[in-house]
């Protein structure tokens, strides 16, 4: 497949060398959300650790992807193409290798928070971009690509990690990676371009608040009440925070003139029954492979 377009400042884009970049950088970031659940046992045992708190490996990975991700919209306005995927990928190499050196849990668990960071940055520039550089003709089979490397990367995270902590110790599933990253990181240098023009909006602190603690409180409180009990205090805490702070976000943005995120799109029905469609899909992929990960 070939394919070039052209710029709001008349360059020539290579689209092709920039999709292959995004989407292995994407497959690399979301294998890592699921590959280190089948060392769960192995860590519990060498960081000396219990199942509440090893399973943050997890939580604290999917937490702060969570709350990254809608601050990404804005990011994208603000610095460019190359900049911001040079930054998820240099972030990914740092979170890896940090945690594949871990000598206590708490450093294990920064480095996959770090990890994160770059995951949280790639994934929501993935998809804007790719919209930009091809034409709609082709983005049915641009996005279907796309989706196989989201839906496919977490379901294989599990079966390989499994099969490399057969052979070898867990850090080995993080120095797989690695490469991968280390490659990811020179042919985007190379080939990413900037596609996006900046627009620089307003910053609107509030709703940054408001994302960060609706989407964080959420995450918390479903992560958290598998060993608290829905009953906790702690969760039920946790989610009355999210679910308000997302209900004043949701409220907020379409009072602002330069919205965090446009969310009018969720007017369309069939554009809304895809998000609900795709939201389900994850949630049952992920939480059946935290099911089998003891």
């Known amino acids: 497949m070939s394919h070039t377009t052209i710029d709001q400042n008349q360059n020539v884009v290579r689209a092709v060398p920039i999709l292959i970049s995004f989407l292995i950088a994407g497959f690399i970031g979301l294998f890592s959300e699921t590959a280190l659940n089948m060392a769960l046992g192995n860590l519990m045992q060498e960081f000396d650790v219990v199942s509440s708190t090893v399973q943050w490996i997890t ?37 890896v290798v940090l945690s594949g050196m871990a000598p206590t849990f708490n450093v294990l668990l920064l480095g996959r928070i770090v990890q994160a960071i770059g995951t949280g940055l790639l994934i929501p520039l993935m998809f804007h971009t790719v919209l930009i550089i091809f034409p709609i003709e082709k983005r ?6 796309v989706g196989l490397v989201m839906m496919s990367a977490p379901a294989v995270g599990p079966a390989a990690s499994g099969l490399i902590i057969e052979v070898l110790s867990w850090n080995w599933i993080l120095w797989f990676i690695l490469p991968f990253l280390l490659f990811t990181l020179v042919y985007g240098y190379i080939y990413v371009q900037n596609v996006t023009i900046l627009t620089k909006p307003k910053i609107d602190v509030l709703s940054i608040i408001l994302s960060t603690l609706g989407f964080g409180g959420i995450v918390y409180g479903f992560s958290v009440a598998g060993h608290q009990g829905w009953a906790s205090l702690i969760v039920i805490a946790a989610l009355a925070i999210g679910l308000s702070s997302l209900i ?37 992929i992920l939480s059946t492979m935290i099911l089998y990960q003891f």
Do not use: C, E, H
């Open 140 to 145: 049915g089979l641009i996005m279907g690509a």
């Open 248 to 284: 004043v976000f949701a409220i907020r943005q379409f009072k602002i003139d330069n919205p965090m995120l446009d969310l009018r799109t969720l007017q369309y029905p069939m554009f809304t029954l895809a998000l609900l469609s795709v939201m389900a899909t994850f949630m049952i």
């Open 59 to 95: 939580t604290g990975y999917l937490l702060t992807m969570g709350i990254l991700i809608p601050v990404t919209a804005l990011l994208i306005q603000w610095l460019t193409t190359r900049q911001l995927f040079i930054t998820s990928v240099l972030f990914s190499i740092a979170g």
